[in-house]
């Protein structure tokens, strides 16, 4: 199985904070790659997938890059409902996988 | 309205077993591949199962193989997850989840359940 390894599993934070969190696939995944953010209690929600394209509705502030092997997440500038978990997912395996998360927190 | 939702979750003893139900509506359900995804305590993602629009293809991860059985009804709308065996690590949440695109296998998940708990536990 593909392994997602995410950095850092948390990060202290402040509202207008540019954030970045990375995620690390063990074998090149091309650029299947997804994000979500997730709240305490609620199912995840889908923000980036294909690693840079934008779900309908989901605000500019985020963004996604990479390739291969190493991706990014970037908030551009933090909005106090962001605080939450957030996990990339790859989806180049018939065997998907997700990153162990990363949750940001108020600093 | 554009939904899943999950029922079949509860309490079971060790060795157990249980069936999920995943309810869809608001959309063409027979043409999406359906996803099954657990959340233990405190802990993070874990996809558990996958199957093509038709039912033609399945997928298992390896921590449920041979004990969870994923399956659809197109006609009801809905799809399932047996399970088995149940171990008190199987303790969680579980979520269905519907990929991004119709008719495309995308495996990326825009559509979730709200998530219905099991438990397992003597």
Not at chain 1, 54 to 77: A, E, K, Y
Not at chain 2, 96 to 122: H, I, K, N
Request: aromatic share 12%.
């Amino acid at each position: 199985d593909i392994q997602m390894t995410q950095s850092p599993s948390s990060l202290s934070v402040s509202v207008r904070d540019r954030v970045t969190i990375t995620c690390r696939a063990s074998q090149s995944i091309g650029a299947y790659l997804n994000w979500y953010q997730q709240k305490p209690g609620k199912a995840p929600n889908l923000l980036i997938y294909a690693t840079s394209k934008l779900q309908s509705g989901v605000p500019s502030r985020f963004s996604g890059s990479g390739s291969g092997t190493d991706f990014t997440l970037t908030i551009s500038s933090l909005q106090p409902e962001d605080f939450a978990t957030y996990y990339c997912q790859q989806s180049y395996s018939t065997f998907i996988t997700f990153g162990q998360g990363t949750r940001l927190e108020i600093k | 309205q554009v939904q899943l939702v999950e029922s079949g979750g509860g309490l079971v003893r060790p060795g157990g077993s249980l069936r999920l139900s995943c309810a869809a509506s608001g959309f063409t359900f027979s043409d999406y591949c359906m996803t099954w995804v657990r959340q233990a305590p405190g802990k993070g993602l874990e996809w558990l199962s996958y199957i093509s629009s038709s039912g033609s293809d399945i997928y298992y991860a390896d921590s449920v193989k041979g004990r969870f059985t994923i399956s659809r009804d197109n006609a009801r709308n809905s799809f399932y997850l047996q399970m088995n065996s149940l171990r008190a690590e199987d303790t969680a949440v579980y979520y269905c989840a519907r990929d991004r695109v119709a008719a495309v296998d995308t495996r990326d998940f825009e559509l979730w359940g709200q998530g219905t708990l099991v438990t397992v536990s003597s």
